[in-house]
């Protein structure tokens, strides 16, 4: 079943033409990969869905509903989450009130965050303090976290390798292949082998426009098909 | 040359009140009942600065938005409190039922003046959110020339204020709060200790709401960052407009207790008189910090009760405890323009 699908989605920032007509399709349980160079709109794409920078022309619908006209906390309430490549965690805030913050209306809110340091126990002990002192892989742990406790369908990933020592990339990727098991994940990776390692499925995007798909089993991350959209 | 004598030489050069030198001034000064009441009386203003100051620094602090019409909406407190007491308050008004009529007129000045604040947000500030900071100044200056001209002329159409007092407004403090009570060798106005039990009550209420409730919580979070809060499902508009309406339901409780003190009072000058101090405040105690405003409130209210005692017990001059405050200031601005708290830059957009 599609859960997610952008259709021909024109985006600017100001009068700079960012999206020209990017169209995608994430299938419920799937986790499917956005790569291409530095630049060509892969962040713009997931702020697009988010409706945090919306799209002047084309479609965003999720389970049917057009996303396009809602504000973000709307796109947000029907079970979408962002987790951005700057993470942006409330670095004022304590790492406990990071996660509660998350947890949606209606939801018992203990419950949820005991539950979520039960499953990144790595941060259990760190709950107290201001989670702008966190080092960077803890902080990326505390936004995949956060991103998990909003019982989201569907978690758009931006960059989350980015910065982190070789070891903490290894973290992040198996509690992003854990959070798989639970929810659908698109994907923004510059790491290509993580990427695809991940992913059932990948979009590749160029200069605004996805030129090229495929299932992710199909290519390696040193196919001449992918090279030559990544390469500088 | 004429020869002087010094006999005729005036050793206060002018500035030392007639009959009084410096030492037997730091004399009485140094006694201990002088300190504790000073120290008493430093703490009420403390309390009055950071009731007017507090919502300020909410909003700002929150919102990144300096609002012009701060003092304008503590007078407007004033004014609601003052009808309220006179229309509930009889002269065969007990004191309990005064102090109970002075608590229901909290809650009618909370609910119409950050009711009040809300209306202005939602209409006028929220549409200059992504213009640079000073449409907002502008915008909220307008909107406090507009209240106070229009304050003014309701004052002058019902003869409210005859002269510069209020003085209806004041009679309906219970006696208990007009009188100075003596404890062993102190003399402390019982107003004073109704102002610093405000004080501590509207701190403690700001603190406990920003800190232990989830709602405290979606407004800290969207002040760091409106667009991640956003994104979390947190309707951050809305956020903003409680959270304006809470720092003006605070600015109307400070002019409500403002109404019952004889040095301010419900008058529309009151607007500018409390707009200014409470902008020394958060600007020492750092813009945006609620912290800094507390212990910004502190220092400024006990430098004016030092100074004030100075002024009334041993020098001449009217003007010490306002210079001593804004040389505070200005040494601040000097040494460090962000404040004790502050950091660069507030704002959750």
Not at chain 2, 33 to 53: C, H, P, R
Not at chain 2, 124 to 143: C, H, S, W
Not at chain 2, 182 to 204: C, D, N
């Amino acid at each position: 079943m599609t859960l997610l699908e952008v259709d021909g989605v024109q985006t600017y920032y100001g009068e700079s033409h960012i999206l020209e007509g990017v169209s995608l399709e994430v299938d419920e349980g799937e986790v499917v990969a956005l790569v291409g160079r530095n630049g060509v709109g892969k962040t713009t794409t997931l702020r697009t869905i988010m409706q945090l920078t919306p799209p002047r022309e084309g479609s965003v619908s999720y389970r049917g509903e057009e996303l396009v006209g809602l504000r973000t906390h709307e796109v947000a309430d029907r079970g979408v989450g962002w987790i951005p490549e700057d993470r942006r965690i409330f670095s004022q805030l304590t790492v406990e009130e990071n996660v509660r913050v998350a947890v949606p209306d209606g939801e018992d809110v203990d419950a949820t965050v005991e539950f979520a340091f039960e499953t990144f126990s790595e941060l259990d002990s760190h709950r107290g303090r201001d989670a702008g002192t966190l080092s960077g892989g803890q902080q990326q742990m505390l936004a995949i976290a956060r991103g998990l406790v909003g019982e989201n369908d569907l978690l758009l990933v931006d960059e989350p390798s980015e910065g982190l020592a070789p070891q903490i990339v290894a973290d992040v990727a198996q509690a992003l292949a854990d959070a798989a098991t639970e929810t659908t994940l698109l994907l923004v990776e510059q790491n290509l082998p993580l990427a695809l390692d991940l992913a059932d499925r990948f979009y590749v995007l160029d200069n605004g426009r996805v030129v090229d798909d495929g299932d992710a089993s199909e290519v390696s991350a040193d196919d001449e098909r992918l090279r030559r959209y990544l390469s500088a | 040359m004429t020869p002087v004598d010094p006999a005729a030489v005036d050793l206060t050069l002018g500035v030392l009140q007639s009959g009084t030198s410096f030492l037997d001034g730091l004399g009485q000064f140094l006694r201990l009942d002088t300190l504790v009441s000073v120290f008493v009386e430093g703490l009420a203003k403390s309390a009055i600065y950071v009731m007017i100051a507090g919502g300020l620094t909410l909003i700002f602090g929150l919102m990144g938005v300096l609002n012009f019409a701060h003092g304008t909406l503590t007078m407007l407190g004033a004014y609601v409190a003052g009808v309220v007491m006179v229309l509930v308050v009889g002269s065969a008004t007990g004191q309990i039922g005064r102090v109970l009529a002075f608590f229901g007129a909290l809650a009618v000045v909370f609910l119409l003046v950050g009711g009040f604040g809300s209306v202005v947000e939602v209409g006028l500030i929220r549409k200059l959110y992504d213009r640079p900071p000073i449409a907002q100044i502008l915008l909220t200056f307008g909107v406090a020339l507009v209240l106070e001209e229009a304050a003014r002329i309701v004052v002058l159409f019902y003869g409210l204020q005859p002269t510069s007092e209020w003085q209806e407004a004041l009679g309906t403090k219970p006696a208990l709060l007009a009188t100075r009570h003596t404890i062993g060798p102190l003399s402390i106005r019982g107003l004073a200790l109704f102002e610093i039990a405000m004080g501590v009550v509207t701190v403690a209420g700001i603190w406990a709401f920003l800190t232990r409730t989830r709602y405290g919580l979606f407004i800290r979070a969207g002040s760091e960052d409106a667009e991640m809060a956003e994104a979390l499902g947190i309707d951050v508009r809305r956020v903003f407009t409680v959270v304006f309406a809470l720092g003006a339901g605070i600015a109307g409780i400070a002019g409500a207790v403002l109404m019952w003190d004889q040095i301010w009072g419900a008058n529309v000058p009151l607007a500018a008189e409390t707009l200014l101090p409470a902008f020394v405040v958060v600007i020492i105690g750092g813009l945006g910090t609620f912290r800094g405003t507390v212990v910004g409130a502190l220092i400024v209210g006990m430098v004016d009760a030092v100074t004030t005692w100075w002024f009334i017990n041993v020098v001449t001059w009217t003007w010490l405890p306002d210079v001593a405050v804004f040389l505070i200031l200005v040494g601040m601005l000097i040494l460090k323009p962000q404040g004790l708290y502050g950091v660069e830059e507030v704002g959750g957009h």
